[in-house]
């Protein structure tokens, strides 16, 4: 190709030469829009040209616990969605469900002077946010009900009591929970939803076991081996997505197959499951719109506007092909 | 429970109160490991105390392009397990393969004075490197050639070539690769692979199609349906994660079963690929591996030891149940 000039990129744009010389010299007279447009086709057709200086970023910083769940990924793209648009750079830190990370993280970043942060807790990491400074907060899929910060969360009692009420429906007695971690808020409100059920739903407690999975693939598989072997339910119903995957090997190593020797209950509606023969009954959580909102409620705190209201949202069950309908006959 | 105290503190490390004492109020004589040990106590007992200032962070910037694909996380746990035991706090900046955002990140990134930054670029964003002031810098799993600049690679060329070599051996002769997004490195040198293994395996180019599913699940899926309907292959090639699901998902919607109709080899070992039902043959990046090669460059960077070296690893193929030896008969 050609050596690319100025006029090149004036005529993609249909605008002067004298408009994109202004621009890439960094001269005033080209709009803010207009001058990223001009940057942008001048990059892409390789046309040399010295970057302009920083713009005075303005940052919000998000801390999530284990990025290697794209239940989290997906909330960012929910929360970035919002924050870029509004002209907000996003810094990520993981903690990897380490409070004492978390704690050099926020430290950190009001360090820098973000203007708030978006934060989905590890365990015992309450007093972090005791003192902060007045800093805007937002605390995504887990809270501490002990601080008066805002949050958006799921109703993660009423969707696992919803969850057990569909087994019960299809005959079931004999269910089994692969809970999360207790100390965090998700672990505990997900138990509380199966033993509100249990009791409500008539089920028998010593029929329908709680093993502790811990979010955690490798603690799920194990916990999902003992049960089956101990208690042999006709359903599982998984805590979290990782916590999928460790149900499935386990019954997958023990040679049982789903729906016909155990009925099964997933947790995040990723694309696998829908792949997965046969297809999974999920548990679906909004995690775009619940990053969508956490950001907006941020925004509303930095402007000085902030709402009162916290937000809960409403999980949702997919229903496919791994919950088999048992028979009067088959119950003990 | 009992209000805690400082004694309770100091019996659980057994060390003097006094020592407690003067880590909780900041004072001098108490080594960082054990106060940090103390401080961690404190805060698992609920005991009151402020937590101190800050510690002089330092931190690095890293930068993906896509932290939906578990790959990229990976590689960042594999970063942040050698930066966190130096000291470093690590700054994730996600830019979805947009090459502005990856400009902002940087620029926001040099204001802030990270030590330096561990990068996955996005496409055409070669320039924003020509000038960061001698910050320390190391891409991974993509680089561009042009830029004087360390990297963690790996041989793309090769596992692409290695993957059609074991479909031939199984005799097939109408092989697609799903290709990647082609002006980024890792969709070049992939495609790469591939044509030199029709070139110098003896297959046909006309049996062998190439279709762009630009590393997006939405457009491998597209890109699938017509390449199964347009040239009947008897063995698929993905190119990442996200190609998978994609050509899974055609190959769900047409009927088409792994591997009686069509043999498949996928991209990244993740989790559900083993539990697919048949287990997927897979190409395996080792991407903690590259994750803590990147990160050891940028410290031997940051003091002042840069080895002279750029870094190549060798993935592998996992062996499953998704390819099918074709007889002599079956071949047309």
């Known amino acids: 190709m050609d050596r690319v000039n100025l006029s090149d990129i004036a005529k993609a744009l249909g605008i002067s030469?004298?408009?994109?010389?202004?621009?890439l010299r960094n001269k005033s007279g080209v709009s803010p829009q207009l001058r990223e447009q001009i940057f942008k086709v001048a990059q892409d057709l390789n046309y040399p040209f010295k970057l302009p200086k920083d713009r005075g970023f303005?940052?919000?910083g998000i801390i999530i616990p284990d990025f290697s769940n794209p239940f989290f990924a997906t909330v960012c793209y929910g929360i970035e969605s919002v924050l870029r648009s509004n002209g907000y750079l996003t810094y990520l830190v993981n903690t990897d469900e380490d409070w004492e990370?978390?704690?050099d993280a926020v430290r950190s970043f009001l360090e820098e002077s973000v203007a708030g942060l978006i934060v989905a807790p590890a365990a015992n990491s309450e007093r972090i946010y005791e003192n902060i400074g007045g800093k805007p907060l937002v605390f995504f899929d887990r809270h501490y009900e002990s601080l008066n910060a805002q949050s958006v969360?799921?109703?993660n009692e009423d969707i696992i009591f919803q969850a057990v009420h569909h087994l019960v429906d299809s005959g079931h007695k004999n269910i089994c929970l692969v809970s999360g971690y207790q100390p965090i808020y998700t672990g505990r409100t997900r138990t509380l939803g199966f033993t509100k059920a249990i009791e409500l739903l008539g089920l028998k407690k010593q029929n329908c076991p709680i093993v502790e999975g811990n979010f955690r693939e490798p603690e799920a598989y194990e916990a999902t081996k003992v049960a089956l072997k101990k208690y042999k339910p006709t359903a599982i119903v998984a805590t979290s997505n990782k916590t999928s995957l460790g149900v499935l090997r386990a019954l997958r190593e023990l040679g049982l197959s789903i729906p016909n020797d155990v009925s099964f209950i997933g947790f995040d509606n990723l694309e696998w499951m829908e792949l997965n023969d046969p297809p999974i009954t999920t548990i679906v959580q909004p995690a775009f719109t619940m990053g969508t909102l956490a950001a907006s409620l941020l925004l509303q705190q930095i402007?000085?506007?902030?709402?009162?209201e916290s937000v809960v949202l409403k999980a949702e069950i997919k229903y496919r092909s791994s919950v088999r309908r048992i028979g009067e006959q088959n119950v003990v």
Chains 1, 2 share one sequence.
């Open 101 to 103: 990370l978390e704690l």
């Open 58 to 60: 303005k940052r919000v």
């Open 153 to 155: 969360l799921v109703d």
């Open 17 to 23: 030469q004298a408009t994109v010389s202004r621009a």
């Open 303 to 308: 402007h000085g506007h902030p709402s009162s």
